[in-house]
């Protein structure tokens, strides 16, 4: 399918340069591309492509009447929609007809809009008068008599409703209403907005959507986005979710229905005839590096893959890159070289781009703050990011910033802010941090149709209508508090606590209504009282410098006052007691005081988002993160026997946490040198140096063993068994493809970087005591307690071996050791329920069928076989601590399975009976692992320069 959209582009290139015939060959082709989309989008070739997306009759919906979208005539119009529920329709992703229109309207974007409406509702009554001339009985006849009463502006709605549904889907995927669809659904979103299809795919729909509010009635776009998003019923208060929805997901996609409106007025990619010139180009290079390396330093690798093929592929995208980024040469021979972005170019980064995630977004805007906190001195949670809207000059979407001043907008921005006040009554379990984020999104809208407005206060009345300024100053609508304007609501909202950190930003835009409409301003805020000084005053300019600096000088003073009086008090107070006899003081606990012992630190081990559900890991739900154990020849043993690796031992420098890189390569791999004599062109001779090939290390010279490499990732142990689970049904049902894992091996990789696994490594112990750095003082010395110590500890009862006959073995001491060590260092829920584990006769199998006999009996027609004795120490019920204790013991005994089945070596492997059973054997293989990967790091960090007291 990129294929095919990629095509879709490369046919289209041939209309780039309209100006040749003057567009007459570019119009025809757009007006026949839109009729062949508009006949396709209303059904008519259903029986065609029986296979596509389109399985129902085309139906319109009438919307209730909106309180702010009020005629010129006084009449409140009712919008005519497309009928569909996108929870329950056939859609598709991808739609080549609608992106080859989407193209030839870029190609055409120089024409004027009126033009540019004309040939498309042109087009659209021809496809009108096709869908006439059906015949009843025809392959293709119209049954729905709907269909035909349609107008050309109701037919473009349906053509341009295909690339809505698909924008409203990816919101509910977003809001983690698709998950028990599978990772397949999940992963055709990724591919749709990768770095690889959004310039021929996403951004085609949103193009497309940005055409409809310029071609068509914009209120009547903004009301079928709006049904499309559900968000309708908000508009009459109502905001229980409907079937399909929780509290938590409404909000979800009531935010990104305000953040397609968001990226719909600021997103001006490819919507000027000047976006194909030279420097238009440059900046558009700039701005895609800046938005990829705002976040961290990335080597020439991954800034490709996060970059489009289009500016890849660009003459100037080198020299733009060694502009905007510095470069960072490689460290060691496993680092690579990496490009930062430099601070002065952080303004091009835009937080509310289209390609940016929700978490992308707030780190992006974060890292602005920061940024300008220190160039302006002020404090960051002062900074107010403001959208930098490139002007549309001419062209077909000079207009586009015309829906933004529609009455149906204000009051669309006036119910989102409404819900934002009444969140806690409307919907409780919503904490007010999440609606706090969702109030920082229609801010960013409000503060970005404040700037688009350019109309002006001396305007006539009925101009006044199209102006959002004017809309968010003079509108009002009934709600619990009164009747308020936009801005009456923006004074609720500072005043409120939970939205404190709203209060820069809602301050921002009042300055903007003001500097736009003084007059307005002034009267319709007379009456209204912000947490903040007041903005409108004569001063051409706010200094908010001054202000913070007036106020700091004035709580000095206060301070300064209380402090005087208070030690006046205190010297009244001596003076009045000066004869009484206190006493001799024990100032012991003075001096205790002084000598107090530092504060100790504790070091978590690590934890973090499960990558698949999304939720914070803690000791509620198992977690670990993956592993691949293989075995290696990481570790080389010296042949004594062998001259030449005898002398490279002596040449090792007596230190290895220094830098090598003059070193390298080192010692017999680096006597590849020769010195060769040749006769130049002029017949003289000429010493040259050649580089041979190196000896190699002999592979009997090694030492086999295991080692464990990770990525990281964290994930729940029960989200690890439905990913695992998918993996495997992917397997039996793709028995064609090449698959990157071996089930066989017990393998997998990991769902956020693909790194290849086969161990899941449960992270189950507490936090350990972080040492402080001081100089060791032990009680005795290194050569006294292997001579004392050592041997009294191995001298012990309780050392002695466990691996002999049943009858002999003394396993009591063991077991109480490993009793007391799990209740130490496990955490809590596991640590209480540690006598499951030894309850039966210590198999694993055993205790697991202890722990799930304990499970809740299913009522009805499930009754139990048998009811549970009176004396079980465990309750009828199953609590988490054994839920965990139960995946913990699966964790084992899946990684026995993997070290047995990837011919780990152990001293068990010969033992026919430990393998055959659920024993959790192969723990000296366990330990084995630990030891070699610690060599491994070790190998890896020979020769890097360290830091003075690091490791």
């Known amino acids: ?183 397949s659904l999940r992963h055709q979103m990724s591919q749709y907005r990768g770095v690889s299809s959004r310039d021929f795919a996403y951004y085609r729909d949103i193009f497309l959507l940005q055409t409809a509010l310029v071609v068509c009635n914009p209120s009547r776009v903004l009301a079928s986005i709006a049904h499309r998003f559900g968000m309708v019923e908000w508009m009459a208060r109502n905001y229980m979710p409907r079937a399909g929805y929780e509290d938590s997901q409404l909000v979800d996609v009531a935010e990104e229905f305000v953040h397609l409106l968001v990226i719909l007025l600021t997103d001006r990619t490819s919507l000027t005839a000047i976006d194909d010139s030279t420097h238009l180009t440059h900046e558009n290079i700039k701005r895609d590096i800046a938005h990829v390396l705002c976040f961290k330093p990335l080597s020439f690798s991954d800034l490709s893959t996060r970059l489009s093929d289009k500016l890849l592929d660009s003459d100037m995208f080198q020299d733009v890159l060694e502009e905007v980024a510095n470069f960072r040469p490689p460290e060691g021979l496993s680092d690579s070289g990496t490009f930062e972005l430099k601070p002065e170019h952080l303004d091009l980064v835009d937080p509310y781009s289209a390609h940016y995630t929700k978490n992308q977004r707030d780190e992006a805007e974060n890292i602005y703050k920061e940024w300008m906190a220190k160039k302006t001195g002020k404090n960051a949670s002062d900074i107010v990011f403001e959208p930098k809207l490139r002007p549309i000059t001419s062209g077909m979407f000079s207009d586009l910033p015309r829906f933004a001043g529609t009455g149906l907008f204000a009051q669309i921005v006036h119910q989102c802010l409404e819900y934002v006040i009444s969140s806690k009554e409307c919907t409780p379990s919503i904490p007010p941090t999440r609606v706090e984020t969702f109030l920082q999104v229609i801010l960013h809208l409000i503060l970005a149709a404040v700037l688009e407005d350019n109309s002006e206060e001396n305007d006539m009345v009925e101009e006044h209508s199209n102006s959002f300024n004017w809309n968010a100053l003079s509108k009002t609508r009934e709600i619990k508090a009164g009747r308020l304007t936009i801005v009456g609501l923006l004074e609720k909202i500072s005043i409120t606590t939970d939205f404190s950190a709203s209060g820069p930003k809602i301050r921002h835009i009042l300055k903007r209504l003001w500097q736009k409409r003084p007059r307005t301003y002034s009267s319709a805020t007379a009456s209204l009282r912000f947490p903040f000084d007041r903005i409108d005053t004569n001063s051409p300019a706010i200094d908010l410098d001054n202000d913070k600096e007036t106020k700091k000088k004035q709580a000095l ?68 993160t993956f592993a691949l154990v293989q075995d290696s020849t990481i570790l080389r043993q010296t042949d004594i026997r062998d001259s030449e690796r005898i002398r490279e031992v002596l040449k090792t420098p007596s230190s290895l946490d220094r830098s090598a890189e003059e070193l390298r390569p080192f010692g017999v791999s680096g006597e590849n040198r020769t010195t060769i004599k040749r006769l130049d062109s002029s017949g003289g001779e000429v010493t040259s140096e050649k580089v041979g090939l190196s000896k190699g290390f002999n592979a009997k010279s090694t030492l086999r063993g295991p080692v464990t490499t990770g990525c990281g990732h964290i994930m729940h142990y029960s989200c690890f068994e439905q990913y695992n689970g998918a993996t495997q049904r992917r397997h039996t049902q793709q028995i064609a493809r090449q698959h990157p894992e071996n089930t066989a091996f017990k393998e997998f990789v990991c769902p956020l970087c693909k790194a290849l696994g086969n161990t899941f490594l449960p992270i189950t112990w507490k936090g350990k005591e972080e040492s402080p750095l001081v100089p060791l003082s032990p009680s005795e010395s290194f050569d006294q307690w292997i001579d004392t110590g050592l041997k009294q500890s191995l001298s012990q009862q309780q050392n002695i071996a466990v691996l002999m006959d049943k009858e002999k073995s003394h396993s009591q001491p063991y077991t109480d050791i490993f009793m007391d060590y799990l209740s130490k260092n496990l955490v809590l829920p596991l640590s209480t329920k540690i006598d499951q584990l030894t309850a039966s006769s210590g198999s694993a199998s055993a205790a697991i069928q202890q722990i799930t006999s304990a499970q809740m009996p299913m009522p009805g027609i499930f009754p139990p076989s048998e009811d549970p004795s009176p004396s079980s120490p465990l309750q009828q019920t199953s609590s988490p601590s054994d839920s965990s204790m139960l995946e913990l013991l699966q964790i084992y005994q899946r990684m026995k399975k993997t070290l047995k089945t990837n011919n780990v070596g152990s001293a068990f492997n010969n033992n026919t009976e430990a393998n055959s059973s659920d024993e959790l054997v192969h723990t000296d293989s366990l330990i084995r692992s630990f030891g070699f990967s610690i060599a491994a790091v070790e190998i890896a960090q020979r020769g890097i320069e360290s830091e003075h007291g690091s490791t």
């Open 1 to 183: 399918m990129r294929e095919i959209n990629r095509l879709c582009r490369q046919f289209c290139e041939a209309f780039r340069d309209p100006e040749i015939d003057g567009g007459v060959n570019l119009l025809r082709a757009i007006a026949t591309t839109t009729t062949t989309a508009v006949l396709h989008s209303t059904g008519l070739e259903r029986q065609r492509f029986d296979q596509a997306e389109i399985k129902e009759d085309l139906r319109f919906k009438t919307l209730p009447p909106f309180d702010f979208d009020v005629a010129p005539s006084g009449q409140v119009p009712c919008y005519r929609v497309v009928e569909f529920v996108v929870e329950r329709g056939s859609i598709s992703f991808h739609h080549a007809i609608h992106y080859t229109l989407s193209w030839l309207i870029e190609c055409g974007r120089n024409i004027s809009s009126e033009k540019m409406r004309i040939t498309m509702f042109t087009a659209a009554n021809q496809a009108r008068g096709r869908i006439h001339t059906i015949q009843p009985g025809m392959a293709n006849s119209v049954n729905d008599a709907v269909l035909v009463g349609l107008g050309p502006e109701d037919l473009l709605l349906v053509m341009f409703d295909y690339p809505l549904r698909v924008c409203a889907w990816l919101a509910q995927m977003k809001a983690g209403m698709w998950v028990r669809n599978g990772l």
């Open 557 to 624: 003073e206060r301070q300064a006052k209380v402090m005087a009086q208070f030690q006046a008090q205190q010297q009244q107070f001596l003076s009045q007691s000066g004869n009484i006899d206190w006493g001799e003081e024990d100032f012991s606990d003075m001096e205790s005081d002084t000598d107090a012992a530092p504060e100790k630190k504790m070091w978590k081990y690590p934890s973090g988002t499960c990558i698949l559900c999304q939720e914070e890991t803690n000791d509620s739900r198992l977690y670990g």
